[in-house]
């Protein structure tokens, strides 16, 4: 699955691991589960590490711990599943989260943009077209009603600035 | 009207790129149908029985003269000369290529129409007052805040994907035409010490399990009212049940979690945002009223000699009394056209009578037509001295019916001649109903009576609100037909009550006559209403006579 960062696709640092499982040197993405119970001695390790944060939980649990996170991985068990979008505004626009924030699963280019807009910036795209698509599905939208954490210019902005 | 600026233009433009792109993939197999389905939905394109159907969104229900030619154009063009209008103030077109959808979304995209969210699990078209900004009972113009919502909502980044469609109603009258309370969301207007603002309801609706909307904020100031959504909506979006398409509704999480508790997780979000960027400061609301072009009224006298004259004419009077109502400036009205005509499919219109209702407006009405969520049109701003004069002409293409808000003025789904969904034919049952309903003299004596037809218990033909309700069910490959009685979609909204079990379909007409006949047997005085009677009297009376001797 091809994990597209900046636009680019681009090789993943981070290495998933099971709970129960060693962790290995060098970037982890761990579950929330074992991020919790093990907090304490992971924050004396060096290597960066990422979550793998359900839909099913309140992001708000994370706040505490994402100054010692690199990354947060949100998942689209499907794609009409849209959960993993409120997440992701409140991760990035409420808690301040300045890391990657990753989308996993059922991830299709024409969701690319709204993720974006959301606050998403590493996208594990199923299909190899997609990834290759990105850029244009990025920019089929050149103006946007809704004001988010994104900073992407909105109609109201737009009118504002027309009007002088 | 709110008329589209540039920034409204290129959006729109983007969107039918994006969807011709996406129909171009799925044309080639690149993306499959499941794939597919949710973005065809969201721009308003079904697959039903028999063709694909493209919905189109009229914001609020409101259209000038141009746009509708342009739905008639389409129709022509596209489609079998004909369209339908919903409950939803949207329009259908029941008989398009999947090829030749992007060019129909392009010529509508010309003048500022599209099918963006008349479909898929997302905020749905906003609907209101037909007769807003005419209308004298009410506080101001809902529309203002309808456009506001429709642009919030519009690709909204976040509510997309939501767990099950959303829709939103406003009403800023006295009178609630809009239904607010079974709607996911209702704002009601209301002033408070010279300030305006909204009583806002959630998790109203009807369907398979229909619940009236609880009031979670009896006065929200009107800066608030997008961040009030935002958090309402978030908390649907995070907490609603994804488990189940039955249980996926708000009204099920409120129901589930109590309107309180509801409401404080509501409050609790909206405290974290209602300062952002979401406030509605005065400039933010001038910005969209100034695209609003208003008519320039000319305050007449009421009653003008043309009227009184014309009055002497029976057909006329009747149609006066029965589908004209006053509008807030002196001298105009508000003209129902009815949709209804009898053995015709409720909310039908023609691309010719399209044309012609387009002329009218122009010629006598500022250039403005409205959509009831009735299944009938509206020229909200008509000079009573041109309503001879507009009566000829409506009269003439056949929308002079005057049974608006009669038992006649039927609301019906489109059934099973064209859902997928349905279990039995409702339109067949309305058409033999206005056969059965057809003088004009008893109908009027019969006086206001709602009827509704759902061909299904997903109930979009609201049978839970019809004065008389009627759903389809199917038994042994047979249709048949469960009654309801007493229910109401204003602003004191209650669910009507089953009177027994589900009669055939060769027997229905006659069990709704009966229903009347023991109506008018049995009222105070011509001045009590069926409804009236119903809650006076119980079902019971009507229940032992609606069903046929044996």
């Not at chain 1, 091809?2 to 099971?18: I, N, R, W």
């Not at chain 1, 947060?72 to 505004?89: E, H, I, M, N, T």
């Amino acid at each position: 699955m091809p994990l597209v960062k900046s636009g680019a696709v681009a090789a993943d640092p981070f290495t998933a691991v099971a709970d129960g499982a060693p962790l290995p040197d060098g970037p982890v993405i761990i579950s929330a589960d074992r991020l919790l119970a093990e907090q304490g001695t992971l924050a004396a390790r060096n290597g960066e590490i990422g979550v793998a944060w359900p839909n099913g939980r309140d992001v708000a649990e994370l706040q505490p711990l994402l100054g010692r996170l690199s990354l947060v991985a949100l998942a689209f068990p499907k794609f009409r599943d849209g959960r993993a979008y409120s997440q992701a505004r409140l991760l990035r626009e409420r808690y301040g989260f300045k890391g990657e924030l990753r989308a996993t699963g059922n991830v299709l280019r024409d969701q690319l943009l709204m993720m974006a807009r959301a606050g998403f910036d590493g996208f594990e795209v199923e299909k190899a077209a997609d990834a290759a698509a990105f850029a244009q599905a990025l920019e089929s939208y050149s103006l946007f009603y809704q004001p988010t954490g994104d900073g992407r210019r909105t109609v109201a902005a737009a009118r504002r600035a027309a009007e002088g | 009207m709110y008329v589209y600026d540039a920034f409204d233009r290129t959006f729109l433009q983007e969107r039918v790129a994006e969807f011709r792109d996406q129909v171009a993939r799925r044309l080639s197999g690149e993306l499959n149908e499941e794939e597919f389905k949710p973005l065809r939905l969201m721009n308003g394109v079904y697959l039903q029985l028999h063709a694909y159907m493209l919905r189109v969104c009229i914001p609020y229900g409101t259209l000038n003269a141009t746009q509708l030619r342009a739905l008639a154009r389409v129709a022509r063009r596209y489609d079998r000369d004909y369209g339908h209008f919903t409950t939803r103030q949207n329009i259908q077109f029941n008989w398009i290529k999947l090829a030749e959808l992007p060019d129909a979304m392009a010529d509508l995209a010309e003048v500022g129409i599209h099918g963006i969210q008349t479909s898929g699990n997302c905020i749905r078209n906003t609907t209101t007052d037909a007769f807003a900004g005419a209308a004298r009972d009410e506080i101001e113009d809902p529309r203002l805040y309808a456009e506001i919502i429709r642009q919030w909502s519009t690709l909204h980044p976040e509510f997309t994907y939501l767990p099950r469609k959303f829709k939103i109603a406003i009403s800023a009258a006295r009178h609630d035409r809009a239904a607010t309370r079974v709607h996911d969301v209702g704002l009601r207007l209301h002033r408070r010490d010279g300030e305006t603002g909204f009583e806002v309801m959630v998790g109203g609706g009807l369907g398979r399990t229909p619940y009236i909307g609880k009031t979670i904020r009896d006065f929200l100031p009107k800066e608030d009212l997008l961040s009030y959504l935002e958090a309402i909506v978030r908390t649907y979006n995070l907490g609603g049940r994804r488990d189940n398409i039955y249980k996926a509704r708000i009204k099920i999480q409120v129901h589930e979690l109590g309107a309180e508790a509801f409401a404080e997780k509501v409050e609790a979000e909206w405290r974290q945002i209602k300062d952002g960027a979401l406030k509605l400061d005065q400039a933010a609301l001038d910005t969209i009223a100034d695209r609003f072009l208003t008519p320039d009224f000319e305050a007449l006298p009421d009653d003008p000699a043309e009227l009184a004259t014309a009055l002497a004419n029976p057909a006329f009077a009747r149609w006066h009394a029965n589908s004209v109502v006053p509008h807030k400036v002196g001298g105009h009205a508000i003209v129902t056209l009815s949709l209804k005509p009898v053995g015709g499919p409720p909310g039908d219109c023609t691309a010719d009578q399209m044309d012609t209702i387009a002329d009218l407006a122009e010629r006598y009405g500022y250039g403005e037509v409205r959509v009831a969520h009735e299944q009938n049109l509206v020229l909200p701003h008509v000079r009573q001295k041109d309503l001879p004069a507009v009566w000829r002409a409506l009269d003439a293409i056949g929308v002079a019916t005057p049974n608006v808000g009669l038992v006649t003025d039927i609301i019906s789904c489109p059934g099973l001649d064209y859902c997928s969904l349905a279990n039995t034919r409702s339109i067949p049952i309305a058409q033999k109903l206005t056969q059965r309903f057809a003088d004009d003299a008893r109908i009027a004596d019969i006086g206001r009576l709602h009827v509704n037809i759902s061909g299904c218990i997903n109930a979009c033909g609201h049978h839970h609100i019809g004065h008389i309700g009627i759903l389809g069910v199917e038994k042994k490959d047979e249709e048949f037909f469960q009654i309801s009685l007493g229910g109401k979609g204003n602003s004191k909204a209650r669910l009507g009550e089953l009177i027994g079990p589900a009669i055939p379909e060769s027997e229905i007409v006659d069990a709704v006559e009966r229903l009347v006949d023991t109506y008018l047997e049995l009222r105070a005085s011509p001045a009590e209403t069926f409804i009236a009677a119903v809650e006076r009297l119980g079902i019971e009376p009507f229940k032992e006579r609606a069903y046929a001797p044996r």
